[in-house]
């Protein structure tokens, strides 16, 4: 399994960023999906999650200001960021959780970073 991240940027404070995230490969089920990022010198935070039966998950930090989507048909997830803070700059990786066949076990996948940038 395969993920490919786009979407970061910088950005002005109170501004959006949509980030996009889409899984490849071998894939036999996608149990999840989401993202977490790291800003220098923290520890890497847990921001969104999506099931394969759309509930959602949420870091408090940013509940009401993001929101996480998924397309299953595609394998992908999306972020939709407002209200940025500068607080919000870090390193955003996507996520799944999948089975790349059908004897596998659940594991967690990981795309590349994309740098999330936000100016105050």
């Known amino acids: 399994v395969q993920l490919q991240a786009s979407g970061g940027g910088l950005v002005q404070a109170g501004g959006s960023l949509r980030l996009s995230c889409a899984a490849s490969g071998s894939i036999w089920s996608i149990r999840a999906m989401g993202w977490s990022r790291q800003a220098p010198g923290k520890q890497r935070e847990l921001v969104a999650t999506v099931t394969n039966n759309g509930n959602t998950n949420y870091a408090d930090s940013v509940k009401g200001r993001f929101t996480v989507s998924r397309d299953n048909a595609k394998n992908a997830v999306n972020l939709q960021m407002n209200s940025l803070k500068p607080d919000d700059t870090a390193v955003y990786y996507c996520?799944?959780?999948?089975?790349?066949?059908?004897?596998?076990?659940?594991?967690?996948?990981w795309g590349q970073g994309t740098q999330v940038t936000v100016s105050s």
């Open positions: 996520y799944a959780l999948a089975e790349a066949y059908t004897w596998s076990t659940p594991t967690n996948y």
